[in-house]
């Protein structure tokens, strides 16, 4: 399908011109009329793109859910969406995101529309009524996380096991035996976030492993909900010296917090985010970055691959966040005395 | 239009049965598929919304424009885009965010599709070859920002001159007057971005109005360029008493690191930020909060109207930030000696 950029240069007018001709906007002369015509006629311009994509059964345009209305869509959640959209372009299609509740319902609506000819799905919960649905569809889909049981699916995730053990052995090679673990609280959904819940088991498995007792803490996603609990740990003498945080939006107020009360980073304790958007990071923090773009691009591939190769083997691919970059993570302190 | 849900309650099952009727995915027995497809005539529901909707010339699906692969979404925009869905939702729209590059080319792909029935632009620059197309389409549109001259079109806009004059005549009264300005680095776009050439603008006034001497500053927009601009600050002793930012991301690492570097936030220094998203504002850092999700909002409810009642009045609506939020603002020191 050629596109309008494609006409202009053809028919050495601007893009305007082109869209004056085609919605009727604005008086051109016959002489441009013509030469817009004939180079719309010579690449195969369709007029209505979306009712001719319709008629062939195809739009080019995939969706990307995401439940905008109940999570705030930030950091990660903004990388999958950059990094989808343009290898959605790459590939020749258009990815919008699509604002969905977490219920089924909108999804059914959407994929029995005709509009979109592939959805991403994100935020996925171990057990999930959306995917459900989409199983139920006829539209191709692919997950960025998965399901309890993620057989039968195409999805791309975070390995949050294999990053959280690494986070786990790093600290103990440091010398750290009092690590703490930071995540966010329940989100009022019926099922927990996968990656949430594989990352909690993982850091139980991993103070197993290594014979210390886990320390299990909680905040509310934001920089002032992490003030909150620094502030809590200091004025309970807490002796954590390592804090693990899967929490994006509050290690930052961990940090901020910790310091302004008289704590040295890293010598006092050490902090590290995992799973944090290489954005916009503060490079005091350390942190184990998010592969979102690429996730995002995964994902995008992952779908269009049900699309134009159904036969093929369903794309199921785990990648660990990167390795630690950031100042806040050093050597255990000695112990007083 | 009925919705899938509607047909679901109607037939008492659940919307997955609903959709192995609509889309053949699944066998379900006769007698139920009968009282689903009675629901189905009984409510009017249409099998292809999509097609039905491009026959009536609407699809109730409106497009917000955002250039995503070019700038970051985050903080406000993610504001705009949460109150604009919602909006959508209540009046019986669905918005989607579109990746649109800062050229034209793709905003006349989408306006000639037929896809959409209207769309919203962000990040609206003073001469903005975006808004020339969209007004030489048939597509209604809104804008959230505004071009230079802004008659001709809808549009709502932070008041970012009120909102500047407000910033700096607190300042003032606070008794500082070595007040400095913490803008963005230009974005490489052809044409500034509208509000932070105002708002840059209306600093330069107030400076005069009050007599005190500009001081411009910029970096990028992430907490590290914060860090550094701070920390430069602080190396050439800079006596300025109070800056104000205008660089939402940044913000947080200028205050971070002027208290790591040892200066007491606000008796030394007062940083106040302005248009800083409320979501996940730190407590510690004074903000005039942007009203991004209401801009959201009356975005949709600007194209909405363009929709539906295209001989109205163009809805043009200013709103400024909110008042200082947050701790990093007080009273300038007094001079040493």
Redesign the interface.
């Known amino acids: 399908m050629a ?3 494609q006409v ?1 240069e053809r028919a050495g007018v601007s ?2 011109t ?3 001709v ?5 008086h051109v002369t016959d002489e441009t009329r013509a030469r817009v015509e004939a180079a719309m006629r010579d690449l195969g311009y369709a ?5 001719s ?2 008629a062939r059964g195809r ?1 080019n ?1 995939l ?1 990307l859910l995401y439940p ?2 109940e999570s ?4 990660s959640g ?1 990388q999958f ?2 990094g989808a ?2 290898r959605a ?1 790459e590939r020749g299609y ?6 969905a509740r977490n219920d ?2 909108e999804i ?2 959407l ?5 979109v000819d592939g959805v991403v799905l994100m935020e996925v919960q171990l057990d999930d009524p959306r995917v ?2 989409l199983r ?3 539209t191709p889909f692919a997950l960025i996380g998965r399901t309890a049981d993620p057989s039968g699916t195409a999805w791309v995730d975070i390995d949050f096991e294999a990053t959280v053990d690494d986070a786990v052995d790093r600290l103990v090679a440091l010398g750290h035996r009092a690590i703490a673990y930071v995540e966010g609280e329940p989100d009022g959904r019926s099922s927990p976030h996968g990656g949430a819940a594989r990352a909690h088991a993982a850091y139980l498995a991993a103070a197993a492993r290594h014979g210390f007792a886990p320390r299990l803490l909680a905040c509310a ?4 909900a992490g ?1 909150s609990l620094a502030s809590r740990l200091v004025d309970e003498g807490s002796d954590a010296t390592a804090l693990v945080v899967v929490n994006e ?1 509050a290690a ?2 961990i ?2 917090e910790l ?2 009360r008289g704590r040295t980073i890293p010598a006092d304790l050490s902090v590290l985010s995992i799973g944090t958007s290489p ?6 923090l350390a942190r184990m970055p998010s592969p979102g773009a690429e996730l995002g691009r995964l994902g995008v591939d992952a779908v269009i691959d049900r699309i134009e190769n159904p036969d093929r083997p369903l794309p199921q691919t785990l990648i660990p966040c990167g390795p630690p970059e950031g100042d806040s993570l050093g050597p255990a302190p000695r112990p007083a005395g």
Chains 1, 2 share one sequence.
């Not at 085609?22 to 604005?26: M, P, R």
């Not at 258009?94 to 604002?99: A, N």
């Open positions: 596109t309008m950029q202009a893009i305007a082109v869209s004056f085609v919605n009727g906007t604005k007029r209505h793109h979306a009712a994509a319709l739009t345009i969706a905008a209305l705030d869509l930030s950091g903004v969406f950059t959209a343009e372009r258009t990815l919008v995101l699509w604002p089924a319902g059914a609506e994929t029995a529309t005709g509009l459900d649905l139920a569809s006829t996603g934001d920089a002032g003030r939006h930052p107020g940090l901020a310091a302004q954005g916009a990071a503060d490079p005091a």
